[in-house]
């Protein structure tokens, strides 16, 4: 009995080693959370705008958040529920502008570029939904608030 009893607990060691080292190479191998947003040169942070559900994210692109004064991003729709999405722009003298296409559809994304208008490599940004019958903006927002926008800058 007790010799069936170190067999079985052997097998359970096993298994759980296994399972350990099957988990820690699939965490080394993932690419980790999207970030896109400057809060700064060298310094990205991932952005997303919820409103209710998780509307629209970003994921970065090479020459992001290095102060040359363009920012890059890849935006993806996060939901099939008949809205589509977009990001929006807005620097100091300059109206909103849509940096991205209009994507329609869970999962489809956009590679964006946003060139500084001022020189200072500062923008608010935003994410906005559309219609996806006319695409007539619904809301726009940032993180969990409508209406609101990030501040990007050292882009």
């Not at 296994?18 to 700064?40: H, I, K, Q, W, Y």
């Not at 296409?101 to 939904?129: H, M, P």
Request: proline letters at 3%; charged letters at 20%.
């Amino acid at each position: 009995m007790l010799n069936r009893l170190r067999r079985l607990a052997a097998r359970f060691l096993a298994v759980g080693l296994l399972a350990a080292t099957l988990f820690t190479v699939d965490s080394l191998a993932s690419p980790s959370p999207a970030e896109a947003r400057c809060n700064g040169v060298n310094n990205p942070v991932w952005s997303n705008w919820v409103y209710g559900y998780l509307r629209a994210s970003e994921t970065p692109a090479a020459g992001t958040c290095n102060g040359n004064q363009l920012y890059t991003g890849v935006l993806k729709d996060e939901r099939a529920d008949g809205y589509c999405v977009s990001v929006w722009f807005m620097e100091a003298g300059y109206p909103w502008a849509r940096a991205s296409s209009i994507l329609c559809g869970v999962g489809s994304t956009d590679t964006f570029e946003w060139r500084d208008k001022n020189d200072n490599s500062r923008a608010y940004e935003q994410f906005c939904i559309h219609r996806a019958s006319d695409w007539h903006i619904v809301a726009c927002g940032w993180g969990n608030e409508r209406d609101a926008y990030g501040t990007n800058y050292g882009y």
